[in-house]
């Protein structure tokens, strides 16, 4: 069934924050520290993103779900074939690691949430070679997105900003930030198509993701689905 099978999550690995089209980020209600990080981040800024999803047939309720279920969500995208190959465990409170144990890697944490809104501070690091390039790079990111209901399905605006966690990156890059800023919204734009589509399926057919989810045999994936979808068939 894996053909009609399309993945969803990871669109999480992603960005800074500012202003949003729909407003300023609640900066107020974050934590200090948090505060202090994403200010940071907007002090030396290198690049900027923002992207708008199509409507898709899915309700806001099972996106939620999903989005509050990382390790789910990856193991949903492993079977779905869908690459990079993630693998996703929560630090709590509201850290989780994303790993493609081939040199991309970080760690995600929810710095604001509320229905249809959420914030994340990313901290990223691409090993030397991994995607070409001739050195290591690491940034410092966060991402704001926004999801709502609308007439013709779930809609949403993600936007983003990214800050290389050296001046010697920035000054480096310079001569390619356009092509370094057309790859990043090419990947943003695969990675949020396939979270839209995911989880359009997820709500029709999340009973098919059970025995793949099975034969990995992680507990807690397995847990996060039954709390999720509850629990999966037998034959």
Not at 76 to 94: K, N
Not at 111 to 139: H, S, W
Request: a positive charge; proline letters at 7%; aromatic letters at 12%.
């Amino acid at each position: 069934m894996r053909g009609r099978v399309v993945p969803q999550f990871l669109g999480l690995l992603l960005l800074a924050s500012g202003l949003s089209a729909q407003g300023p980020l609640p900066l107020e209600a974050l934590a200090p520290q948090h505060r202090a990080a994403v200010q940071d981040i907007l002090s030396r800024l290198d690049f900027t993103f923002r992207i708008r999803t199509p409507p898709r047939k899915v309700r806001l309720a099972t996106v939620e779900k999903l989005y509050d279920r990382p390790r789910l969500c990856a193991a949903m995208w492993r079977y779905c074939q869908f690459v990079p190959t993630f693998y996703t465990f929560e630090v709590p409170p509201a850290t989780f690691t994303v790993d493609d144990l081939r040199g991309l890697h970080g760690t995600m944490t929810l710095i604001y949430k509320r229905p249809g809104y959420r914030i994340y501070i990313a901290d990223g690091r691409v090993e030397r070679g991994r995607m070409g390039n001739p050195m290591a790079v690491g940034a410092k990111m966060v991402t704001a997105y926004r999801y709502h209901e609308g007439p013709n399905g779930l809609e949403g605006e993600l936007q983003t900003w990214t800050a290389l966690d050296s001046a010697l990156l920035g000054f480096l890059s310079r001569p390619f930030r356009s092509y370094i800023q057309k790859r990043q919204e090419e990947f943003i734009a695969y990675i949020f198509f396939n979270i839209a589509q995911g989880s359009e399926f997820a709500e029709s057919h999340p009973q098919e993701f059970w025995e793949p989810l099975q034969r990995e045999s992680d507990p807690v994936a397995l847990a996060e689905f039954e709390a999720a979808f509850g629990r999966g068939r037998k034959r």
